[in-house]
């Protein structure tokens, strides 16, 4: 199945994730005695202060428009965390509680008390249950939702990080071990220096095109480095990416620049170093 585009899923989980909340909101305040259009303005009060409750329809579409940004800033800081820890979409009710409670959170504590919002905040019992359950169920499921379709959710819950500094690169390759294309992001592995290692192995030379790969040893020195890319990939991948390298290779843990902890096919000749 075809991944959707970042844009495409920050437009389509952000809007069905405002859209169902918006909906609980109005319906609850509806019950509580208030207006759709009261509701709204309380929205737009967070902008515009206690001016946003005279100003009629058009104060209450500032108010669904406030919404509606706000689903789709925290759609994209889901979206972007999740890229760096694609962890974060191998249990989706799980992290729709955690993500649905840090929003509920970070709404009512730091974006409120900071806004023009002309009251203030309360935590009463029956909303707050009701309003943690809608951030939960109706604002983070979507949004993970949305997240598992852009990153490879489902079929590639990429559980494993895997650091590759040479023909894991290539498209071609991916296609043939993978049977799929991986994203990926720039990084760098300290410590290691770069070699070329001739390939006997008549398969892995057909799959990459190459006689010589690349291959790192340990050396310590904090001014060696090698660059290369993070791949996020599933635990069936990762055993596929051990079938592709040659016994020369042995899979190591390390931790890289930026601090992931990813796995990364060493020189075998090198004794197992302690990761940090």
């Not at 579409?61 to 694609?86: D, Y």
């Not at 079929?155 to 040479?166: K, N, P, R």
């Not at 398969?203 to 990459?208: F, I, K, L, Q, R």
């Not at 635990?235 to 016994?247: P, Q, T």
Request: charged share 15%.
């Amino acid at each position: 199945m075809k991944r959707w585009s970042f844009p495409y899923a920050i437009l389509v989980g952000g809007a069905i994730a405002g859209a169902l909340d918006i909906t609980f909101a109005i319906s609850f305040a509806v019950y509580n005695g208030l207006t759709p259009e009261r509701l709204l303005q309380v929205v737009a009060s967070g902008l515009l202060g206690s001016a946003a409750f005279s100003g009629g329809t058009l104060t209450a579409a500032v108010g669904l428009l406030c919404h509606f940004a706000l689903s789709f800033v925290w759609m994209a800081l889901f979206l972007l965390a999740a890229r760096r820890a694609p962890a974060l979409t191998a249990r989706p009710l799980l992290s729709a509680a955690l993500f649905g409670v840090l929003v509920f959170l970070a709404m009512r504590l730091v974006v409120l008390p900071l806004s023009a919002f002309p009251r203030p905040v309360t935590f009463q019992p029956l909303s707050t249950v009701l309003d943690l359950l809608s951030h939960v169920f109706l604002f983070g499921l979507p949004i993970v939702w949305a997240t598992r379709k852009a990153l490879g959710g489902g079929a590639h819950d990429a559980s494993e990080m895997l650091f590759s500094y040479g023909t894991l690169q290539q498209p071609d390759v991916q296609k043939a071990t993978f049977g799929r294309l991986l994203s990926g992001r720039p990084d760098s592995l300290p410590a290691y220096q770069l070699s070329m290692l001739a390939i006997d192995d008549p398969a892995v030379v057909e799959t990459s095109g190459k006689t010589h790969h690349p291959i790192v040893s340990h050396t310590g020195s904090p001014t060696d480095a090698v660059t290369g890319s993070v791949l996020a990939i599933t635990a069936e991948e990762l055993r596929n990416s051990d079938r592709y390298e040659v016994a020369a290779y042995r899979r190591q843990r390390v931790r890289l620049a930026s601090g992931t902890l990813a796995w990364a096919y060493v020189d075998a000749r090198d004794a197992p170093t302690a990761t940090p």
